[in-house]
């Protein structure tokens, strides 16, 4: 799922860094880690099925690499189990 499916999926969603490191290479280049958690509330479509109005967090990782102030590669990955527990699973909030 890209960013552009999250946002829809979650159009309130908002984003926390909760730890980012960075170091720089013999070539010149800086390499980024990010640790991060998106939370937004599930009121637009998806790939996860109809909207549920349940508010969710996503966890997440993030490393890019830089050639001056650009970013060349970049790779992102998320916990989509969690994500689809958060959704679909009965909470006791719910009466479950």
């Known amino acids: 799922m890209d960013q552009h499916d999250i ?3 979650l159009p309130d ?3 926390y860094f909760d730890e980012v490191y960075w170091n720089t290479t013999a070539e010149d280049q800086i ?3 990010g640790r991060w958690t998106l ?3 599930n009121i637009g479509p998806s790939r ?13 990782i993030s490393h890019q690499h830089l050639t001056g102030s650009r970013v060349v590669e970049e790779w992102s990955v ?3 189990f969690n994500l689809l527990k958060e959704l679909h699973l009965p909470r006791a909030e719910d009466g479950a």
């Open 7 to 9: 946002l829809a999926m």
């Open 13 to 15: 969603a908002r984003m």
């Open 31 to 33: 390499k980024v880690a």
């Open 39 to 41: 939370i937004g509330t």
């Open 48 to 60: 996860y099925g109809p909207p549920t109005g349940r508010r969710v967090r996503i966890l997440g």
């Open 78 to 80: 998320y916990s989509e």
